[in-house]
């Protein structure tokens, strides 16, 4: 059976928080074994806009990146939030390496086309796009790669792409070379039977399971998508992916999605 690697995704929310992102890191640092860390860049971002006279743009929740937010972004992402988080994990003993998908040309994207919506300079990855010798080697070097939320295009263009996105592609393509498992953190402990019931964690979700909590409304709204990707990527080799609070990743409590 092939090695064990852990990729770990975390948002917003917990990035706002320093104590919490601090606490975070630390559980981090217990978990044994090959690791990645993927995260997104909190309201910093949207701060720094304001900051500057300029009101974030977004539609359908998702980030409209002109060229003056792409530079504010990138500085926030891949300078402050990614550095900040590598500085900590190496005072809790972790030898971490932080990178944009521009470094070692690890993770190159394409500019979204334009639809009924241009999104401006936002990245949409494949997985064979993932430059998985590179990250192989920095794992076999005892490093631990922290990814932020700045691609690039190949030809000199960042771009700004989803970290949930950047997570799953990278689980997808690893895949081949190890059990991965991908682990969504967020602030619940998992997938909630009963959205107002905190403890009322599903522990394990089958593609059997899955289809009857939908069709009698167990799951719905923003849970459906972070599922539907998780299943996903279950097809494309991915062992399991887990759905968890960030702040209890070493406590036994959190949802399982696996295929049986």
Known sequence: MSEVLKIFKIGGGIIDDPDQLRFFLGELARVGGKKILVHGGGKGANELLASLGMLPNMINGRRITDAVTLDVVTMFYAGKTNKQIVALLQQAGVNALGLSGADGNVIRASKRPVGEVDYGFVGDLQKQNIHTDFIELLLG????????????????????????????????????????????????????????????????????????????????????????????????????????????????????????
Not at 152 to 161: F, I, K, V, Y
Not at 198 to 214: F, G, R, W
Not at 231 to 249: M, P, Q, R, S, T
């Open 141 to 260: 070097g005892n490093l631990m790669p922290v990814f932020c939320a700045i691609t690039h295009d190949g030809h000199g263009q960042l771009l700004n792409t989803n970290a949930d996105t950047i997570a799953s592609t990278l689980a997808r393509a690893l895949a081949g070379r190890y059990q991965v498992e991908l682990h969504f953190c967020f602030e619940k402990d998992g997938v909630l039977a009963d959205v107002n019931d905190e403890s009322s964690v599903i522990p394990q979700i089958t593609p059997t399971l899955y289809a009857a909590l939908k069709a009698r409304g167990t799951i719905a709204a923003g849970m459906l998508p972070k599922l539907d990707n998780a299943f996903a990527a279950l097809d494309e080799g991915v062992a399991k992916v887990i759905i968890e609070n960030a702040l209890k990743i070493n406590e036994p409590v959190k949802t399982i999605v696996c295929r049986a």
